[in-house]
């Protein structure tokens, strides 16, 4: 099994910056790509920002510019940097690993998701 521990979030006002980390533990053989995704209230669960093992990043549009993904491979942890916050960006924000497991099997992962927002 492979967990996922979300940590950041919080309140901030609009322009402000918050930073989310997630880390990956478990019986863990390789962790491959990362991502971050947001729910809103009444909306679907998107894409925020994903990277792969070797570092390749997209972004979703509405973000590009002002967030940063990144990750530290040695530590199984993902990274998003967001400044320049808006009040849309104000969701649930969601890790999500694509993990292969001490038993060579490669699943999807989620985090238990991180309040963010943002007021105007």
């Known amino acids: 099994q492979v967990q996922l521990v979300e940590s950041g979030g919080g309140l901030v006002q609009a322009g402000g910056s918050l930073s989310l980390s997630c880390a990956a533990s478990g019986s863990i053989f390789r962790i491959n790509a990362m991502g971050w995704y947001r729910q809103a209230p009444g909306k679907q669960r998107e894409l925020v920002a994903a990277i792969t093992r070797g570092g390749s990043t997209n972004y979703a549009e509405s973000v590009k510019g002002r967030f940063t993904i990144s990750r530290d491979n040695a530590k199984n942890t993902v990274y998003l940097q967001m400044n320049s916050l808006k009040p849309e960006d104000t969701a649930v924000y969601y890790c999500?690993?694509?993990?292969?497991?001490?038993?060579?099997?490669?699943?999807?992962?989620w985090g238990q998701g991180t309040q963010v927002t943002v007021s105007s």
């Open positions: 999500n690993a694509d993990a292969t497991n001490r038993w060579y099997m490669s699943y999807d992962y």
